[in-house]
């Protein structure tokens, strides 16, 4: 009893607070999305933050859907990871991202070192792509077919897939999706897209090729892992966004998360990173054709970074507490002006300027002491009627719409 009328106080906290993916609903988008980790499905925190429709109305895989975790071994095909999300989202009623089919990361070592040739590898592509797609028929919203297949140099990447089968293996990859399972989107899904350098113009061109070969592909994913300050402006990520489009594919962000490059992050740099996410953003509100957003994984807790990139991290919109961080209030106040049509200038960086929070205004932490706001909490601006102290921090203002307890 004591503990069920906890659990409804927390759930209806979280619905209160939840409101990432209901804005960005109303600002025109199709969703706002996260990944989830496989092994990190019973930390309940985590569960109630990501099972809210309003803060997450779209997930995708970490793990579980990449080949070598779908067919271990020629032929063995093992759904166990691969459903844990997927029930999830079926359960939730999210929106399932799938990923990802042809990749030379993470795939087996039998696909990898394997003596193949033209006929043997389009068989074992094939293959696996028809397998997958039909055990999650209906449930995939969209696919990531092929993933990074540039190099960081904007080459061709040297791949079992390319050294065997030239650029051939984009458009056999995306036929035998289209094949397999006719009602998902087929994405091409790629880091470092947002530079908009030889590697964005080689993805151009990997576009044209597919198109050219007259197989099918929907979209382009930019993957969106980004630095905090090295993040491009709102308009130049739009305009590379508008490179894609303007191809008649449509363009999501599908993996976003801003790092810090060291740590601990200073005040500044927290803000910084807010800015930045709202230009990430604030690109895909501005783009005809851009039509979702996906952070990779939601709190700093779980994230991948400071495994891959050793002294980077806090990368994302809440600390590894599940507080909400700036960047989450940068990322609620642009959606919220887009929402209502309000004014959304640009964020600059420094110094910090949130856009005017509007109509319905961003929902911030609860206070966490007494009738004052916690850490990242709002404290007082135009038209705010809430708390105008800290418990934690101090208040301080970030335009004359916004100030936030840091
Ligand atoms: C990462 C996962 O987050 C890690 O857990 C895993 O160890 C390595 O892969 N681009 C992608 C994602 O397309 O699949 C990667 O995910 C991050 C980079």
């Given at each position: 009893m004591?503990?069920?009328?906890?659990?409804?106080?927390?759930?209806?906290?979280?619905?209160?607070?939840?409101?990432?993916?209901?804005?960005?609903r109303e600002a025109g988008l199709e969703y706002f999305g996260t990944c989830i980790g496989e092994?990190?499905?019973?930390?309940?925190?985590?569960?109630?933050?990501?099972?809210?429709?309003?803060?997450?109305?779209?997930?995708?895989?970490?793990?579980?859907?990449?080949?070598?975790?779908?067919?271990?071994?020629?032929?063995?095909?093992?759904?166990?990871?691969?459903?844990?999300?997927?029930n999830i989202a079926r359960q939730n009623n999210q929106l399932l991202r799938c990923h990802t089919l042809t990749w030379h990361s993470q795939l087996p070592g039998w696909v990898r070192d394997g003596n193949w040739n033209r006929q043997t590898l389009t068989a074992v592509i094939e293959t696996h792509i028809a397998t997958v797609l039909r055990h999650y028929q209906g449930q995939c919203y969209h696919w990531d077919v092929v993933n990074e297949a540039a190099?960081?140099?904007?080459?061709?990447?040297?791949?079992?897939?390319?050294?065997?089968?030239?650029?051939?293996f984009l458009p056999i990859s995306f036929f035998a999706a289209r094949q397999a399972d006719p009602s998902t989107k087929l994405y091409y899904n790629d880091y470092n897209l947002e530079y908009n350098n030889a590697k964005t113009d080689i993805t151009v061109e990997m576009v044209k090729i597919i198109q050219r070969a007259g197989a099918p592909i929907d979209g382009v994913g930019f993957q969106g892992h980004l630095i905090v300050g090295s993040t491009p402006s709102r308009q130049a990520l739009a305009n590379t966004l508008r490179r894609f489009t303007a191809l008649g594919v449509e363009v999501a962000y599908t993996e976003v998360d801003i790092r810090h490059a060291s740590l601990p992050p200073n005040q500044q740099a927290l803000v910084t990173q807010g800015n930045d996410y709202a230009n990430v953003v604030g690109s895909c509100l501005d783009v005809d054709g851009c039509i979702g957003f996906t952070v990779w994984g939601f709190t700093d807790k779980y994230s991948w970074?400071?495994?891959?990139?050793?002294?980077?991290?806090?990368?994302?919109?809440?600390?590894?507490?599940?507080?909400?961080?700036?960047?989450?209030?940068?990322?609620?106040?642009?959606?919220?002006a887009a929402a209502t049509g309000g004014p959304s200038p640009p964020p600059t960086s420094p110094?910090?300027?949130?856009?005017?929070?509007?109509?319905?205004?961003?929902?911030?932490?609860?206070?966490?002491?007494?009738?004052?706001?916690?850490?990242?909490?709002?404290?007082?601006?135009?038209?705010?009627?809430?708390?105008?102290?800290?418990?934690?921090?101090?208040?301080?203002q970030q335009n004359p719409w916004y100030s936030q307890c840091l």
């Open positions: 004591y503990v069920k009328a906890i659990l409804a106080v927390l759930l209806g906290s979280q619905a209160v607070n939840g409101q990432l993916a209901k804005l960005a092994g990190n499905t019973n930390d309940q925190t985590y569960m109630n933050i990501l099972r809210n429709l309003d803060e997450f109305d779209q997930v995708v895989p970490e793990n579980g859907q990449k080949w070598d975790s779908l067919q271990p071994q020629q032929g063995n095909f093992n759904w166990g990871q691969g459903d844990i999300v997927a190099d960081d140099n904007g080459n061709w990447r040297n791949s079992v897939f390319y050294r065997v089968l030239g650029t051939d970074i400071p495994h891959t990139f050793p002294g980077e991290g806090d990368a994302m919109l809440y600390d590894s507490n599940f507080g909400k961080k700036p960047a989450w209030t940068s990322v609620s106040s642009v959606l919220a110094p910090p300027t949130n856009p005017p929070p509007t109509n319905p205004p961003p929902t911030n932490p609860p206070p966490s002491g007494g009738n004052c706001s916690g850490m990242w909490g709002q404290c007082g601006g135009q038209g705010w009627n809430g708390p105008t102290c800290c418990s934690q921090g101090t208040c301080q």
